[in-house]
């Protein structure tokens, strides 16, 4: 897609050849994880109010992106420290909250791990187009894996032919074989399964560094897999008003974050958030 | 120690200032998670005898280091690529092998995490500085801990004034106080506790991406906290031998991890492992 | 200066210890400087009108600056190719006009040699603020050099003798220094030498890369110094108006440069150079 | 050839997208350049004999290669310091000793430069592969230049014409078209002109920052344009002896360089210079 350009910014990190990798791992705070009867959120410095390092996030497939403030000094902004904590922190998250979210599917059987990386974008178009290509991403995901099911579910194929089927295919080719085929109207089925569409997006204002796992699905076996970022959503579900996010600074209340499958893509969304630019948000 | 100068080779990674960070978690080669009925060892990539990288690892305290080959081209040696998988591999290990491990204890109330880095070596003799480093640091707190935990258990003082106490005391004073405030000779002492005082080692010639945790203890309470690592030993529990490492690389016998702890300081621990520098292994 | 936070946009870029640092020096474009006969201007790639790198340079004491544009890919902006070959060009340039704008100066005895860095900025106020940053560095040297030559060829002082005086007196201490004891109004002295006070800009829309040396001067017998920069400016000798540029574009006219003496910290300077911001200037 | 692996230790240095470049140039050491009547031996820290950072050094066609000592802590390592330094102190050198080098050529009409990187390795035997590769490459390109200008001189080709012959052949064909339309034996040729075939070494024990040009020929009319590298060798134009290297330590004997047009590629070379790799030398 047109979006795509952000990828340019992802600068190479090959590491010198001919050289031992060392690799260190070292507990986070881990005093505090051995102390258990401790609460979290007393414990642990990211849910500090005033320390809102993560302002927006967006899920889709297997992938969950997070936009820092441009001005958060979070370990000094290295770089190491802020992908491994994070990915650590939400690889702990996902494997505890995994029970939780899918009560009814097999126990995960080995540990499930994530890549990270860092990149940086200097300003808010690319990060608007970096948002609107991962939303994109879903968007041709979603149709593929809707034509991908069609085809093996109501059309009896393998899962081998309908890959066959399918490569090379271009978008309007999938709603062409889709509502030849199976009489299914593409466009009058997403708003009813916008996750799998749009993906989701965590928005509060801030968003603390998730205890529960933003985790969205846009893939098959759709009943049998719930959304767990559901459960960072607070009691009224919609996103914090100006007012409220007043009161977190001011630690009366605590974070509500808003759980949304909305589209990124368009103005709306942005121009509803202009806390987001904000330095000192 | 006269081995801290391998700190130097650490290099700064710091963020560029005023830009956004955007970090991307994507899951790792997550259609195998999702088919749970799929054994690890068929499916996970690093667990092929032929696709060595890490050849050393040693835990202490809350830490644990990995020694990759020289000539490892794991993900073509991208830097954020392996600090963030093997991260993230080791968390999710750690959680999900805490009850194995800790039957006894509180279960995990909140995700753990750990953060990771990468610091590059040039020769075998920084790599060795390195781990002797490390051990040093495991002496430094097993000595400290035994004092500390002597002038609580024993002395009834506060862990606070136990800390006081020790502010800024030299190796010899704690030995001193040990001996004449609670009649405990350290130096007789440690043999029996060698995880305490030396770390654990794991080598097997290769170390598989370790699902198992390698977790030691040099901290207080001791029976309560058995060592993880330990399920990491083959059944004969000892160094794989130069037959059996043949054996693993035709793909005839899996992988025997040993345990041990055992002094890294010294040549006697290295002149027995001489395939270690051996760039081919 | 309250500028002065834009020095912690550098990032460090220290090389691994205990390697071996292999440094490549290779001529650039070297054929052409062997085709003695073809005019510097046909051959080389910086002069061609549609492709303008750097639009704005400051000088002060023996450092000049750059700013390239944002969206510049020469190079492909490789650091490490843009930071020798413009240095090694400057390099060259000074070397080569030293006789044309020092006449009555001896010749370079020994081969004068510069350092080189960049740095990057994310937004336009960085910038400004670097410039900012510069030109205040040159109004604090201005001052002490007025005061340090006072003191030196009116007070009869040593070199040394006035550094000792000078040494840790703040701004409004040397203007009162100057105007007690040798009667010297400072602020009434410097707008008649605003090369000393400010520095040199040069500006023309576009800055080939410069083979006349951007050179200013505010130290020492002044007469005697002229500045090199001068050569750069065209026969109109003032900023180049948005019509000129215009021209520049179509390749109708070859380029003018401003040199001026300006303040550059203030707005004018900047409200009146709209184009520098202009993406595709 | 078989030693182009060493390229692979180039890292990538393309800076970020979407940000201005800024660019600052700062004259070295300044006051020393003004202060025109001292010498620069006595001004300069390069010239120090406790201070050689510099151990060989290798020209062929326009390009020029300098070893650091593994243990070097010139500018602390700072990548950009040291390139820029060193490409701007040899531009400056090349520049001013044009015409003692090339007194019947054409003065320089307009400024040349140079680019400059750093690549670093971390073993003898990578460090030895890149001088291979390099000599290998002036092995090739003398080859196609003998070939060539016998084509245009003897053959009465115009240079187009030439380049079109040669594109594409191997080694062996330029050979045998030397031999069967020029009666040239190449191999009988290259013995008498070594600097052509095989480049210059310069090696002293220790090789101070070059105020002399190390300056290789290999093309074209060869008679009219000597080795500025000659410059170096000290009076007896040999290889400095392990006794006189003594005296340079205790600084009672200046540095003398020799230049060598051997082969180093084979052992001898290298097995004749153990000092190389003395890390105190
Ligand atoms: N009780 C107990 N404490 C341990 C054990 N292993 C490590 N610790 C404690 C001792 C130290 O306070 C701490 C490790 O020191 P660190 O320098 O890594 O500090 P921490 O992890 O708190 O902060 P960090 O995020 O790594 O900067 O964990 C254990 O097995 N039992
Ligand atoms: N069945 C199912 N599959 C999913 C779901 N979410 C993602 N996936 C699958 C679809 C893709 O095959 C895969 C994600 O694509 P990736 O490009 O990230 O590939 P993968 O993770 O295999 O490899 P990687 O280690 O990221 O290079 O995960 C889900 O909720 N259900
Ligand atoms: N006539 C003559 N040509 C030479 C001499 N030394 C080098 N050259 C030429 C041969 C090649 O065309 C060129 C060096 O090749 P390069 O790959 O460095 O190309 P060039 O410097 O043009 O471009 P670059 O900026 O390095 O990418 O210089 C010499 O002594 N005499
Ligand atoms: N006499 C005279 N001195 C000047 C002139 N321009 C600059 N300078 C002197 C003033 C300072 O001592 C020096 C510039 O200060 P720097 O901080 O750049 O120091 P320097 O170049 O000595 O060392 P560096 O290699 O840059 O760390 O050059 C000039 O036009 N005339
Ligand atoms: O974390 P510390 O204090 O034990 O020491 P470190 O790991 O060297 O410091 P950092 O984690 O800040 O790199
Ligand atoms: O950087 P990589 O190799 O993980 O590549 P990617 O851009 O994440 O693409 P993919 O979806 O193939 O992992
Ligand atoms: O300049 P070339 O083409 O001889 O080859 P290179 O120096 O390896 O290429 P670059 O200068 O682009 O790094
Ligand atoms: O980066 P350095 O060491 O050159 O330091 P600087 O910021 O240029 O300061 P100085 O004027 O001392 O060179
Ligand atoms: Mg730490
Ligand atoms: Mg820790
Ligand atoms: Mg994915
Ligand atoms: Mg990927
Ligand atoms: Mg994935
Ligand atoms: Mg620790
Ligand atoms: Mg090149
Ligand atoms: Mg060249
Ligand atoms: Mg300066
Ligand atoms: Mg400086
Ligand atoms: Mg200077
Ligand atoms: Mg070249």
Redesign the interface.
Same mark, same amino acid.
């Given at each position: 897609s047109k979006f795509a350009y952000v990828r *340019?910014?992802e +600068?190479?990190?090959? +590491?010198? $050849?001919?050289?031992?990798? $060392? $690799?260190?791992? *070292?507990?986070?705070s881990?005093p505090q994880?051995l102390i258990?009867?401790h609460r979290?959120t007393e414990?642990?410095g990211f849910a500090k109010p005033n320390d809102i390092h993560i302002i927006l996030a967006f899920g889709q497939? *297997?992938?969950?992106?997070? +936009?820092?403030r441009?001005?958060?000094m979070m370990y000094?902004?290295?770089?190491?420290?802020?992908?491994?904590?994070?990915?650590? $922190?939400?690889?702990?998250?996902y494997?505890?909250k995994w029970h939780t979210y899918f009560p009814t599917?097999?126990p995960?059987?080995?540990?499930?791990?994530? *890549?990270?990386?860092?990149? +940086?974008?200097?300003?808010i178009r690319?990060?608007r187009d970096?948002f609107s290509w991962r939303q994109t991403d879903a968007h041709i995901n979603n149709l593929y894996n809707t034509a991908f099911w069609a085809l093996v579910n109501k059309g009896g194929k393998s899962t081998r032919a309908a890959h066959e089927t399918l490569r090379g295919t271009a978008s309007s080719q999938k709603h062409e074989m889709l509502y030849s085929q199976f009489n299914i109207n593409y466009n009058a089925l997403t708003p009813a399964q916008p996750v799998l569409s749009n993906g989701t997006v965590a928005d509060a204002g801030k968003v603390s560094l998730v205890?529960d796992v933003p985790r969205t699905n846009s893939y098959g076996s759709l009943s049998s897999v719930p959304v767990p970022l559901h459960s960072l959503v607070g009691p009224e579900g919609d996103v914090v008003s100006p007012k409220l996010r007043e009161k977190h600074k001011t630690g009366q209340e605590s974070t509500r974050i808003a759980l949304l499958h909305c589209d990124i893509i368009g103005d709306e969304f942005w121009d509803l958030r202009p806390y987001l630019w904000v330095e000192d948000c």
């Open positions: *340019d910014f +600068l190479p990190d090959n +590491l010198l $050849l001919g050289t031992f990798i $060392l $690799l260190r791992i *070292d507990g986070h881990f994880i258990a009867s979290f414990n642990h497939s *297997d992938e969950y992106s997070f +936009l820092f441009k001005t958060t000094n902004r290295r770089e190491a420290k802020i992908t491994s904590i994070v990915c650590s $922190l939400f690889t702990s998250s494997i505890m599917t097999t995960l059987r080995y540990p499930p791990c994530f *890549d990270a990386r860092i990149v +940086l974008y200097p300003g690319e990060v970096y205890q």
